[in-house]
């Protein structure tokens, strides 16, 4: 229905060096559930449900046709979904930052794509791209 799942996985030694990854080099082939920030679902769409009806996760007010954004109260955990209009719809993705025992701002994220391989690799690029200019803007570089 979806075409073939797809579940790409970046943590955060992987950020460190994002502009060299290409989008091949961190997919693996989605097999059952998937755990994102602590969350266990099925399949994307479940991950999306669970993160709706979960109540320490708040919907964000975004302009935006494309996503959806939940977060915690923090913003450090943030959960986007693609909406069904987006080509790699049902994607779900958690990015969670944090501070290291050095003091340096790291990342991890997540994303669950069900769609073709083709719209995951597109959103996996989008998102690598977006993290790198967040590492940047919390590194002062």
């Known amino acids: 229905m979806f075409g073939q799942a797809i579940m790409i996985l970046v943590v955060g030694a992987q950020l460190q060096a994002a502009s060299q990854i290409t989008a091949e080099q961190v997919h693996q082939d989605a097999t059952g559930s998937s755990t994102m920030c602590g969350i266990t679902g099925r399949n994307a769409n479940d991950l999306m449900e669970i993160v709706r009806r979960t109540s320490r996760l708040h919907k964000q007010s975004i302009n935006s046709p494309r996503f959806e954004l939940y977060s915690?109260?923090?913003?450090?955990?943030?959960?986007?979904?693609?909406?069904?209009?987006?080509p790699a719809y049902p994607a779900v993705s958690c990015r969670h930052t944090f501070q290291g025992a050095d003091g340096?701002?790291?990342?991890?994220?997540?994303?669950?794509?069900?769609?073709?391989?083709?719209?995951?690799?597109?959103?996996?690029?989008?998102?690598?791209?977006?993290?790198?200019?967040?590492?940047?803007?919390l590194n002062g570089s």
Do not use: H, Y
């Open 72 to 86: 915690t109260d923090d913003s450090l955990t943030q959960w986007t979904f693609t909406q069904p209009s987006e």
């Open 104 to 137: 340096g701002w790291r990342q991890t994220r997540d994303l669950r794509c069900d769609a073709s391989r083709a719209a995951c690799d597109r959103l996996f690029i989008e998102f690598r791209d977006l993290d790198e200019r967040m590492k940047r803007a």
